[in-house]
């Protein structure tokens, strides 16, 4: 399998060898953090151009496909128009935390975006507290958001705001709760490691079996409540609130939160990949040499892409199917229903962890 | 959630209930997509049966057409849509209404079909055409009969016509349907009666009584000499 780090090893001592080490490490913090504002960008756009064509699609239609061949330049174009649009200034918003709003989302959902394992090697942020660290820092768009529906000085930009705070924090716990269930499992918290073991012992939803399959589906229901989406977009209901928090965006501090909503998305398919599905590691399957030596030729980063979009189709097909709930109805959900669940299957896990009975 | 039920039965429930939505929208995601997409399939684009494209006034292959331009459909019209212009013609030494243009404005049609609905010959129906678009409103007046077209050789013939009035319009309109359909002429005659009858009593003007009664049995004469023949 192809280690990313020999690059950047490489890249490192190339710099080192003729620049100090300050600036070494200012030099390439540049780089990854273009890498980052790149890679965001392009998942977005993939992402919503995926978006539009599997709902068109569930919708026994075919989604855009007048721009471009198959509307390619589609979502290009919804960029541009973007791009131009006026950032219109209201009058009795609180300015200031208007405009900070959108950028603590599209930070928090950047930041989390660098913690995903890309490759073998190739992690931008990996530290010993991995997992704890992204939850910490996903949890920030919540302020986003609170500060978005607060500082528009609008009514429904404040009850979208209000419903998305309690629906976030709620689902936070059943996250939470899951994560603990998988690091019960792995005994580390640092992504590269947890993606390394599964690489060598297998993948943690075929190891953990029965507790990890449930804490999986907790997940993707948990995971999408975080982002907004499917059944759960509350907080931005358009048929009742406009568009939510953000009704009183425009333009690119608009762009912001919908880059956010779709990273998002992707953020928490990768991090469901990386725990569950094993990240970039490839599907081995014991006994079976030829074929597990041709599953080690695909490159890491294959497995981890094809994996993650994988989740994400899951993901778009549980939002396109479900219609969107009432605000008990999502709180019942999850203080009566997924949080039991998840801790009656964290106690199962560890009793699995502590007589054994896992792969 | 589910308040008939309780936890446990509540919570399968939910799963079925999610499980047998995800399986509706995953049938629906292979099936063929129902999407036209327009100036590419022009060509085999067929507009469904009910659609209201235009009016259009349907010509036989000898360019005869049905309508006898008793200009029910003119009266019917919400917007003034439809202008008939017709002339008296004497045949047969009985004075005769002729269709000379039926002028149908697309501009202010509403396609509600009462025109259509009204019409006593079905001499108009409404085609399955949307490419209605003109660069000038000048064009969305139509003109439906076909140059050198006339009414198709059917017993209408011998038909004075009765006064501009307008219910007395009506009835000569009533009338002819038995001649299409034969064998239900013992039902429609009594109708006709009634029709006749109803006018009378609501509309107590002398010239207007007289015209119906003097309609229907015009009308009727032509039906007995077909069945002696």
């Not at chain 1, 880059?259 to 990240?279: D, H, K, P, R, W």
Request: net charge neutral; aromatic share 12%.
């Amino acid at each position: 399998m192809f280690d990313f780090s020999v690059i950047s090893q490489w890249l490192h001592t190339l710099l080192l060898s003729f620049l100090p080490e300050w600036a070494t490490i200012l030099v390439e913090s540049v780089i990854v953090a273009l890498v980052i504002i790149t890679l965001y960008a392009v998942f977005a756009i993939v992402l919503i151009y995926m978006e539009r064509k599997i709902c068109g699609f569930f919708q026994c239609r075919l989604g855009p496909n007048r721009v471009g061949k198959w509307g390619l330049l589609q979502v290009f174009a919804d960029v541009f128009k973007m791009l131009q649009k006026e950032i219109i200034k209201m009058r009795q918003t609180d300015r200031f935390l208007h405009d900070l709003a959108p950028f603590f989302v599209v930070t928090a959902s950047m930041v989390t975006f660098a913690c995903l394992p890309w490759n073998k090697g190739g992690h931008m942020i990996d530290f010993n507290i991995g997992i704890f660290f992204i939850l910490a820092v996903s949890s920030v768009s919540v302020v986003g958001i609170l500060l978005a529906g607060w500082g528009s000085n609008s009514k429904y930009p404040i009850i979208g705001a209000m419903r998305s705070g309690a629906q976030i924090i709620s689902y936070e716990l059943s996250i939470g709760l899951t994560m603990l269930t998988v690091i019960c499992l792995t005994g580390t918290m640092q992504i590269s490691e947890i993606v390394q073991q599964q690489s060598e012992l297998g993948w943690n939803i075929f190891r953990g079996h029965l507790p990890m399959v449930i804490a999986f589906i907790i997940y993707l229901i948990a995971g999408n409540a975080e982002c907004n989406r499917g059944p759960f977009d509350l907080p931005e209901a358009e048929s009742e609130l406009t568009a939510g928090y953000h009704t009183e965006y425009s333009g690119m501090h608009f762009g912001y939160f919908y880059l956010a909503e779709y990273l998002n998305l992707f953020i928490s398919a990768g991090i469901a990949t990386t725990v569950f599905l094993g990240g970039w590691a490839p599907l081995h399957i014991s006994g079976l040499d030829g074929f597990n030596g041709v599953m080690d030729a695909v490159p890491g980063i294959v497995w981890f892409l094809g994996k993650t979009f994988f989740v994400v189709f899951l993901l778009m097909w549980e939002r396109w199917t479900l219609p969107r709930l009432r605000i008990d109805n999502i709180l019942t959900l999850e203080w009566k229903y997924l949080m039991p669940i998840s801790m009656l299957n964290l106690v199962l896990m560890a009793l699995l962890v502590a007589y054994g009975l896992y792969f | 959630m589910y308040k008939d039920k309780n936890y446990f039965e509540g919570l399968f429930c939910g799963v079925k209930s999610i499980c047998i939505g995800l399986k509706t929208t995953m049938r629906e995601f292979f099936t063929k997509k129902i999407t036209e997409q327009y100036p590419e399939n022009r060509k085999e684009l067929k507009m469904f049966d009910r659609f209201r494209g235009s009016l259009v006034m349907p010509h036989n292959e000898k360019n005869e057409h049905k309508c006898v331009a008793c200009g029910i459909c003119q009266m019917q019209c919400p917007n003034d849509t439809i202008n008939v212009v017709s002339e008296m013609v004497e045949v047969d030494g009985k004075k005769k209404k002729q269709l000379v243009r039926y002028e149908y404005n697309l501009g202010s049609c509403m396609f509600c079909m009462l025109c259509v609905t009204a019409c006593p010959h079905k001499a108009i129906t409404f085609d399955q055409s949307f490419e209605n678009a003109v660069f000038d409103r000048s064009k969305l007046i139509k003109v439906l009969n076909k140059p050198g077209s006339k009414v198709e050789e059917k017993p209408v013939v011998k038909k004075t016509a009765p006064a501009p009035a307008a219910k007395p319009a009506e009835t000569p309109a009533e009338a002819p349907k038995p001649e299409a359909v034969a064998p239900k002429t013992a039902e429609e005659q009594p109708r006709i009666e009634a029709v006749a009858a109803k006018t009378e009593v609501e509309q107590p003007k002398p010239e207007a009584v007289a015209a119906p009664k003097e309609e229907t049995t015009k009308v009727e004469q032509p039906e007995t000499e077909k069945a002696a023949e």
